[in-house]
């Protein structure tokens, strides 16, 4: 038998899971350009409402859902960065931080206007559905397949960054983008590809997560903090950091959220705080 | 510590180094640029001279070794402060303060010397005397003319000029010009050339330079760094009759 | 650009550029015309000058110092609590009320400015709005103190000069917050025209250069980030007073992007892009308040893309070009 704060642990994990996945695009394309984007959960948001609108309209499985959601995340960001984001990659940090604010402004309003303010219910399959006894802990079997998906998403990542021509070529223009462009690499179309990449995972953490923390139109808003917190955590560009910061915010959310509910949000921010007095460039950031 | 016969020495470096990883960027480096010096520091490409002014100026770190201003040990000081004591820099790249215009950026520098750039009660304009000496010093860069200007309107060897007239402002003892003609035309280099060697007497001066021509015609000593590390130093005579440095500098740069 | 002729010396040029403006003028009397044109209206009329204050206070920043904060309403938020508490529980005389509120915001700000001064870029972006989702998260769990979400009640504010009540008009609260926004304005515009004014503008232009000329970046900032700490206290002191309560909205996020964003609609790094932002802001939203607040967002958010793609200096950056090109034809 264990005690309940392995049952803790095991949520918070799965928290942290689930905003690995939701900010290790930011992460990486923040990496790589420089760029402050305050619409990343606006991404999110549009894989979360593909899933619900397929799953409830259409009537779609709610795992075949997870592909689309990714794509059409994907896709949208594309457009966006083509049309809005390419124009503001040498411009300040401020032009930067109130156009991906615009952005995801209008990505609530749409949202609202398309959706309503309401929570979206979702129905995941029922092999999904209950928990399973571990030990004497009772483990969600969707919090179960959490894990697995993030799990899945961090092995290709790192595969994919470590062993393709593409993954060589994110990491060198991360590296130093001026020699990656003296070497013949496309700076460019990396970082676009690389931005449709992470904004799609970024919708795939936006489907999985109504089941979750559910789905309304501040979702651009509200998970943009915790997004944002995981990335300064955990260092820009740094898929290891990403993924530690977002253990030990998901870890430290719950446990706070359980144990001392009166603090509220006060653990993490303070986490954060701390974390950057500490170490600017994040845990695991090297400028 | 061995002062030559000239005193004690404007700047020193001893064992200065300079390492990221593998890579020596700067290897026991030990240089004295006497009083009123007019030393130029050459080398080829990526010999780890804008990293030796980097070093000397307190932007970049060394790994281990002092630098020592009039005799000081200036080593753990912050930038500003090493500016505050009379050693003062300027950049191979503009780096200037685009949206002012040379007036106000050098009142600026002058302010900062002077020490009243945190007050925030007083209208700039009564500061008569900072206001007339930074129009001085952009007189004498032949700036006067365009001081209303904004900076980055200016023609681009006017820009270069007002590199040296931040750095002036500050009333360095000891001045670092990162090829302080970089980018400008050849006809035009000459020019501002002209103004760093009409320079007051008292100034130690340290220039990076590519062209030989200039550095041959205004330096009373030449140092060569290879890869890191002090190559030679000498004379220009001495330089110039240097088969060595013939061999790692001259020749590679006279058919590039 | 003024051209340089024989009669300007550095000097006369330096004190022209400080010189009042006939249409700064104009502003200013303009501003008295609610009194006469708007009666009804006064009331909003306080908030706009409550808020063009705190716009002017993030420009000190913002715009001059080129200090992104997204977490500005914490400032505005203690001023708020102070200035309530101070009336609730010691004295509701409210010059004191200022006071207090402007002295605990700018203790804070000088306390964190050692924090903000080591930061930069994206960093300093999340250091900033983590502290004020850290400050609104500590008004929100004081509710012994705070009132929590319900607010705090029992804010009383005694006449000014014990003889002007806070009419239900909103006329005195006018006249109040108009004339404190007349003085810190006063203020502000002589910083501008200071040494100080110019080193931030330094900052802003060029970071790196800073310390090449001898100036130690931080101590500006630190002075920069205090002042304008003191000031947001100041609006949020006044915006207790004039409507008797303080809440948790008065140091949400939602404030913080609300002044970036007029401040950025006006012109950020000129005196009256906050002023002008605050008023078109405060007024539009006043005009659609029948629209939901999150259609009231979309439009902000188009009207940012927009400024950002085509107004990168705000409205005020837009007319000085129009002006320019109009008087050299």
Redesign the interface.
């Known amino acids: 038998m264990l005690p309940p704060i392995f049952g803790v642990l095991f949520d918070g994990i799965a928290y942290g899971m689930l905003l690995f996945v939701l900010s290790v695009g930011l992460s990486v394309t923040l990496g790589l350009m420089n760029f402050v984007n305050l619409a990343h959960c606006a991404f999110a948001m549009i894989g979360g409402y593909v899933t619900v609108t397929l799953v409830n309209q259409f009537g779609w499985p709610f795992l075949a859902t997870l592909p689309a959601a990714f794509a059409a995340a994907a896709v949208t960001s594309v457009v966006l960065e083509r049309l809005l984001y390419r124009r503001l990659y040498r411009a300040s940090d401020l032009d930067q931080v109130l156009l991906t604010i615009g952005l995801a402004f209008i990505s609530v309003s749409v949202a609202a206007y398309i959706f309503g303010t309401v929570q979206q219910p979702i129905s995941t399959p029922e092999a999904l559905r209950g928990s399973v006894q571990f030990l004497g802990l009772n483990l969600g079997k969707y919090r179960l397949f959490l894990i697995g998906v993030a799990l899945v998403v961090t092995l290709a990542l790192v595969i994919g960054l470590e062993y393709t021509r593409f993954g060589a070529q994110v990491r060198a223009s991360v590296d130093n983008q001026r020699m990656a462009r003296g070497l013949g690499i496309d700076v460019d179309w990396t970082f676009a590809s690389t931005f449709a990449l992470g904004s799609g995972l970024a919708g795939l953490g936006g489907a999985l997560a109504i089941e979750i923390v559910g789905l309304d139109p501040n979702f651009s808003f509200t998970y943009l903090v915790y997004v944002l917190i995981v990335v300064s955590v955990g260092g820009l560009g740094s898929i290891a950091g990403s993924f530690a910061a977002a253990m030990l915010i998901g870890i430290s959310d719950i446990a706070g959220k359980y144990y001392v509910p009166e603090l509220g949000a006060f653990l993490i921010y303070l986490v954060m705080v701390v974390v950057l007095m500490w170490k600017p460039a994040g845990l695991f950031g090297k400028r | 510590m061995t002062t030559h016969s000239g005193g004690t020495p404007a700047l020193s470096t001893r064992h200065l180094s300079k390492s990221f990883g593998s890579l020596v960027v700067a290897r026991d480096i030990e240089l004295n640029l006497p009083v009123g010096a007019r030393y130029a520091l050459i080398g080829p490409n990526g010999a780890g001279k804008t990293t030796l002014i980097n070093l000397m100026?307190?932007?970049q770190t060394p790994n281990a070794g002092q630098i020592l201003l009039g005799g000081e040990d200036i080593t753990a000081l912050?930038?500003?402060h090493r500016?505050?004591r009379g050693l003062?820099?300027t950049?191979q790249i503009n780096?200037?303060?685009?949206?002012?215009n040379p007036?106000?950026?050098v009142?600026?520098?002058v302010?900062?010397?002077r020490g009243?750039?945190?007050?925030?009660?007083?209208?700039?304009?009564d500061?008569?005397d900072a206001?007339?000496e930074?129009?001085e010093i952009l007189v004498k860069l032949r700036l006067g003319?365009v001081?209303?200007?904004?900076t980055r309107e200016l023609p681009y060897g006017r820009q270069r000029l007002l590199e040296i007239a931040?750095?002036l402002?500050?009333k360095p003892k000891v001045l670092l010009l990162d090829e302080p003609a970089a980018g400008v035309p050849q006809d035009e280099s000459g020019d501002i050339f002209e103004v760093v060697a009409g320079l007051s007497d008292d100034l130690t001066l340290l220039f990076i330079e590519h062209d030989m021509h200039v550095v041959f015609r205004f330096a009373s000593h030449i140092i060569v760094m290879v890869g890191g590390a002090v190559f030679t130093e000498g004379s220009p005579a001495e330089i110039a009759a240097d088969p060595g440095v013939r061999e790692v500098y001259l020749g590679k740069r006279h058919h590039g | 650009m003024a051209q340089p002729t024989t009669t300007v010396t550095p000097q006369s040029y330096l004190l022209a550029r400080g010189r009042w403006h006939p249409l700064e003028i104009v502003f200013w009397l303009a501003t008295l015309l609610p009194f006469v044109l708007f009666p009804n209206y006064l009331s909003l009329a306080s908030q706009i000058a409550i808020t063009a204050l705190f716009a002017l206070s993030l420009d000190l920043i913002l715009g001059y110092a080129g200090i992104v904060s997204l977490g500005h309403a914490a400032f505005f938020g203690i001023g708020a609590y102070s200035a309530g508490l101070f009336s609730k529980y010691v004295w509701g005389e409210p010059f004191s009320g200022l006071l207090v509120a402007a002295a605990l915001a700018g203790l804070l700000g000088y306390g964190t400015s050692f924090i903000i001064s080591r930061f930069r870029h994206l960093p300093l972006i999340m250091i900033t709005l983590g502290l004020g989702l850290l400050a609104h998260e500590v008004a929100n769990s004081a509710h012994w103190l705070t009132g929590g979400s319900d607010g705090l009640q029992g804010v009383r504010t005694q006449p000014i000069f014990g003889v002007f009540r806070f009419d239900l008009y909103g006329q005195t609260a006018y006249a109040y917050s108009l004339g404190v926004l007349f003085i810190v304005f006063l203020c502000a515009r002589r910083l501008i025209n200071s040494p100080f004014g110019l080193a931030l503008r330094g900052i802003r232009e060029n970071w790196n250069r800073m310390p090449a000329i001898g100036a130690d970046s931080r101590a500006h900032i630190r002075k920069a980030y205090t002042i304008a700490a003191i000031i947001a206290g100041i609006c949020g002191a006044l915006l207790t007073q004039t409507t008797n309560s303080a809440s948790l909205e008065s140091i949400s996020f939602q404030r913080s992007a609300d002044v970036l964003v007029m401040l950025v609609l006006g012109g950020a790094g000129r005196l009256y892009g906050g002023l002008v932002g605050a008023a078109i802001f405060m007024i539009a939203r006043d005009q659609f308040s029948g629209i939901a607040p999150q259609f009231w967002y979309f439009w902000i958010g188009v009207l940012l893309v927009a400024v950002v793609m085509f107004l990168p200096n705000g409205i005020l950056g837009g007319l000085a070009k129009i002006t320019a090109r109009w008087r050299r034809p």
């Open positions: 100026t307190g932007m912050e930038p500003q500016v505050r003062a820099r950049f780096t200037l303060f685009a949206g002012l007036l106000e950026a009142t600026l520098a302010a900062e010397r009243f750039a945190g007050k925030f009660w007083q209208n700039i304009a500061e008569k206001i007339e930074a129009y003319d001081c209303y200007q904004t931040l750095a402002a500050t």
